[in-house]
């Protein structure tokens, strides 16, 4: 006698197929993910040192292959923000946009609220300005892993940092100069600012002898673009003057050994676009070798061209560039107020600088 019960043959000829529907999605995609992100698209990143673990997302533009050593860009948050979570530093910037018609490697990393409650970075503090040590260290071994991970270049490594942020990549250009090519400070301070504040007679030569002697064999001169707002109530316009002499002297120091730094700038340019507030752009060249300042039109360092911005100017700024030589196509730098945002954006050395904004909050 024939067993009646129904055949399971249609259930199981589906299954089968299914699975091998997934085999054949799921398989090539575990392929990709083993071999390394594909261009486009962002990557979470971790870094756990001897001092800490610092979290960081990773933008990768379009264009991005494994064996295509490109820039890297790394964006430094300021006070209540994060680097691609709430109110971030994408997002105020654009950075990702920039990235991907250019072709570069964005970073953003973000404090961690165990480190400072207010999200800044302790760019004011001691135990965070030196190399191997704190924040430095961390930002660093960062830097290090993206480059690793994602074969980047690590001869273009360029640190912007907004209000705190600038702070820490003022750091970053001290502490590590054979790690970062260049800095963008936006609303910031000069490095050791600290000892200003306990000792106000201290003047950016003595600070500038502090950063020589912390970059020890390793000195170089740093190109360094500082974003300061003329009206800025929070992170006053001295700070960019103080940072700016400190770094002309540091200059001075590494080519010749004497903080005999000539002050006059190379280059001084006022910007007024028709769809937005002007804005003056100062060039200082840094001595070369004996102390010899290079003629118009050749710097020693970077070669720094404006581009558009993406957000609205309210107030009327200036951008200095320290150490490298400009030229302005399109571009201003405007105050940090009322919330604000603000850009500057270039090209060093071919690798691109994006728009370096910053937020209304003390560098703390």
Known sequence: MRDRRPTRRPAALLAGVTALALLVLLVPAAIAEARGP????????????????????????PSWRADRAMPVVVAVHGCGMTGSGLNSMRAMTGFDDLADREGFIVVYPTQS??????????????????RGRGEPELLAGAIRQVV??????????????????????VILGVTYPDLVATVTSVAGGEYRFHRFEEDPTLTPVDTARLAQAEMGPRARQVPLL???????????????????????????????????????????TR????????????????????????????????????????????????????????????????????GRQTASCGILNGAVIPPSTGSATPVT
């Open 113 to 130: 609220i165990l480190r400072n409650a207010m999200m800044c970075w302790n760019s004011l503090s001691p135990e965070h300005q030196q």
């Open 38 to 61: 594909v261009g486009g698209q962002d990557r979470h990143g971790s870094y756990a040192g001897s001092h800490g673990r610092l979290d960081y997302q990773v933008h990768l533009p």
């Open 271 to 338: 910007v007024e676009p028709p769809d937005g507030h002007p804005s003056t752009r100062t060039v200082h060249r840094a001595p070369g070798p004996g102390g010899r300042r290079p003629p118009p039109g050749r710097g020693h360092g970077a070669r720094l061209v404006g581009a558009p911005l993406r957000r609205p100017v309210r107030r009327p700024g200036r951008a200095r560039s320290v150490g490298g030589r400009v030229g302005v196509r399109v571009g201003e730098a405007d105050g940090l107020t009322a």
């Open 148 to 169: 690793e991970v994602y074969g980047a270049d690590p001869a273009r490594v360029h640190v912007a940092g907004a209000s705190s942020g600038a702070g820490s990549a």
């Open 226 to 268: 500082v974003v300061q707002g003329d009206r800025d109530e929070v992170v006053r316009p001295f700070m960019a003057d103080r940072l700016v002499r400190q770094w002309q002297v540091l200059g001075a120091l590494v080519a010749t050994g004497r903080p005999d730094a000539d002050t006059a700038p190379g280059v001084v």
